[in-house]
């Protein structure tokens, strides 16, 4: 391979030779039109009304950048030296046109957008009064003063002069520049035969309507004068149709055609002065093609805005249209899960009726407590699917907010260990959770549900062998491994199996049940905590999850005894259960009652009232269902009872509802939201904390 160093010399010494040869190209092009132009000078031979140079000059910096100035500058002393004055005037004339250009130039760029000026009417504006009010004046201004200075105009003529070089410069910036900025600067298009033919067609009409108005072919009589008229018909078909590279272009057609008809004698501008004639023309081309490109720009910009709203209404039909496919395949795919869940929850509650029938039979003392055993076990297979729904619900609401600590993962396998070491028995399948001391960084209880649901899914689908969790180091993270000897998963349903309601098609449903929802919780809560979870399965061998999670430094644990916080007292503790249905009052009031507590019992808040008024105690806690009767909730009783004794008083709120609305609703009040069937010892733990709080708070104010 070639050294780069070696190649840096032959590619400089390639971009001199093309930046050369630009010049030369310009500053031919530039003396050319300049010698043109001052052929056609009558008042003196140095101010011509006919002067293109300054439109390629000014297009030349605009497209190339202000290093064309040399090409400029070096094409205009040669044009002026062999025209008319002496060196020392055709120096200070070349400068005038440089500067013209350069400044024009710096100004078009940092006011009006560069080579995009002729984009919108307020950018064209602008170009205009740059090149009408300051740029041009310049090369009137220091040729015309250097000639006086040097003798070769006389003063009586010098205000002449300089109006016909100022017109002659605005004219060439005018109608050049635009078709030279907008042909170079326009970006490629496929060929479009329709828009072609448009296009010879508009130019060909300008040429016709010349040819008619100002040609010396015609003859020019007091009746044709106002033919000069329809020359604004190819320019408004121009720029309402073909936008601004177009309409500049019909503007030059039509002044090539006027300027060599008046040259001639023909068109209506002819007069016996051909400078006046001359400047004539001038105003005329000027009122034609800035009037046109203004309009050609504001139809363009409008032309651009309706395009951009045609694509942003087809993008949102597109969006609306995906929108409502996926809306249509999240109802179908409900529709599947309410389907399976109805076989699903059936089972459990079937199971149920059975047990309650046995019970209802005379059974020994061991019948009767395996049936106890029985339906103890299918509460809890009933449970563990409700709790599905609920952790759902719970992400869907967005209030599940981790508490990154730092922690070690031994804790976490033990309970793993624990939970699934009697199920694995049951089953006959072998469970093996291998230690390690490792500490990691993560939310303990988030990520001890999607090990839970990690190990339960495989449990549950494994039907012979065993589940091994284990963990393996790699460099600063930890990877926690869930091995399993299952049916294992298909290659095109890796990714299926994190949605929800998502079961593996086929018979190993029926058999294997659950609600699918299992994994579309793993998935939802490692975007949550930002950790991998990755997927390994061969069918009929078995899969393998495993979830990375960033690992912490080991914590020295303080062997300084902690007195463990005194335990609630029960004793005096005033309970009210709302409740709209008698069967949970009634059941709830009667296990509060065993656990200790004086419970008050009410259907709604205003019975509540009534009650509390009766027995005047002050309350310790409330128990409401979230949804009562007359569309109330237990949100409006707490808070109109606790208004009633001008103080807050502690809540919790229970519902078969797992929505996220009552779940926000709760939060942002700070009520703690228990799911029906709730487990009677999770609701006991909360009762206690609530009521350990209220005790804490009524020493630390007595202490005080």
């Known amino acids: 391979m070639s050294d780069p160093r ?6 400089n010494f390639r971009r001199g030779i093309s930046y050369a040869g630009g010049l030369v190209a310009i500053g031919l092009i530039y003396f050319a039109l300049a010698k043109g132009g001052l052929a056609l000078a009558s008042i003196h031979p140095s101010a011509t009304p006919i002067w293109p140079p300054t439109g390629v000059a000014l297009a030349a910096v605009l497209l190339w950048g202000y290093r064309t100035w040399p090409a400029i500058f070096t094409a205009a002393v ?46 064209v504006a602008k170009f205009t009064l740059i090149c009408l009010v300051i740029a041009t004046p310049i090369s009137a201004s220091i040729g015309l003063s250097s000639l006086a200075t040097a003798g070769y105009i006389e003063r009586t003529n010098f205000a002449n002069a300089w109006v016909t070089w100022w017109l002659g410069d605005v004219t060439g910036a005018l109608v050049i520049a635009p078709v030279i900025v907008l042909w170079a600067s326009s970006p490629y298009h496929a060929f479009n035969r329709k828009e072609f033919l448009e296009t010879v067609g508009v130019l060909a009409t300008a040429a016709a309507v010349g040819l008619i108005a ?50 001639t004698g023909g068109g209506p501008f002819t007069t016996v002065d051909l400078n006046v004639s001359f400047l004539l023309v001038l105003m005329f081309l000027i009122s034609i093609a800035v009037p046109s490109l203004l309009l050609s720009a504001d139809v363009e910009v409008r032309k651009k805005a309706e395009e951009s709203l045609r694509h942003a209404q087809m993008e949102l039909e597109r969006k609306v249209a995906e929108r409502t496919q996926e809306l249509e395949l999240a109802n179908a795919a409900k529709s599947r899960f309410l389907a399976m869940a109805s076989h699903d929850l059936r089972q459990p509650l079937h199971a149920l009726g059975l047990f309650v029938a046995q019970l209802r039979t005379p059974l020994k003392s061991g019948e009767r407590t395996k049936t106890i055993e029985r339906i103890d076990a299918t509460r809890k297979e009933m449970d563990e699917m409700f709790n599905s729904l609920l952790d759902i619900s719970r992400l869907d609401a967005g209030i599940l907010t981790p508490k990154i600590t730092e922690f070690p993962i031994a804790r976490l396998l033990q309970t793993i260990e624990t939970t699934f070491d009697q199920a694995t028995r049951e089953k006959g399948l072998r469970l093996r959770v291998r230690r390690s001391d490792a ?266």
């Not at 070696?6 to 590619?11: D, K």
């Not at 609305?661 to 609701?683: C, F, N, S, T, W």
């Open 78 to 123: 040669i044009a002026n030296a062999t025209t008319a004055g002496s060196v020392a005037t055709a120096i200070a004339i070349a400068t005038g046109n440089s500067l013209e250009a350069v400044v024009g130039a710096y100004l078009i760029n940092r006011w009006s957008s560069g080579c995009n000026t002729f984009s919108t009417p307020y950018s």
């Open 439 to 704: 500490w990691v960084r993560s939310d303990a209880m988030l990520l001890e549900r999607i090990l839970l649901n990690l190990v339960s899914n495989a449990v549950r689908y494994t039907s012979r062998g065993g589940i091994i969790v284990g963990c393996r180091r790699r460099g600063e993270m930890l990877r926690i491994e869930v091995w399993d000897s299952g049916p294992g998963i298909p290659e095109d349903q890796k990714q299926n199996i994190f949605g929800e309601f998502f079961q593996l098609p086929g018979p190993e449903r029926n058999r294997y049940g659950g609600l699918g929802l299992g994994l579309a919780i793993v998935d939802r809560l490692r975007v949550l905590l930002n950790h991998q979870v990755d997927l390994a399965s061969t069918v009929g061998r078995g899969s393998r999850f495993s979830i990375l999670i960033p690992m912490a430094d080991k914590c020295v644990r303080s062997t300084e005894p902690v007195d463990s916080p005194r335990p609630a007292a029960v004793e005096g503790k005033v309970i009210l259960v709302i409740a709209d249905a008698p069967i949970v009052r009634e059941e709830t009031g009667g296990l509060l009652g065993k656990w200790g507590y004086s419970v008050l019992t009410a259907g709604s808040d205003e019975a509540a009232l009534i009650r509390l008024a009766e027995r005047q105690q002050r309350l310790d806690l409330i128990i409401s269902d979230y949804h009562l009767a007359s569309g109330k909730t237990g949100i409006r009783a707490i808070e109109q009872i606790s208004a009633a004794f001008g103080s807050s008083i502690p809540a919790i709120l229970t519902s078969g509802d797992t929505a996220p609305e009552p779940l926000r609703d709760a939060k942002d009040r700070g009520y703690i939201l228990l799911h029906k069937p709730v487990d009677p010892m999770r609701l006991r733990a909360v009762m206690h904390e609530f009521l350990r709080d209220q005790d804490n708070r009524r020493d630390t104010g007595a202490a005080l």
């Open 214 to 263: 100002f040609s010396p072919l015609i003859e020019q009589t007091p009746s044709r004068n106002p033919l000069g008229f329809l020359a604004i018909l190819p320019m408004l078909w121009a720029a309402l149709r073909r936008g601004p590279r177009d309409t500049a272009t019909v503007a030059l057609v039509l002044a090539g055609i006027t300027i060599w008809g008046t040259l």
């Open 6 to 11: 070696s190649l840096s010399p032959e590619i």
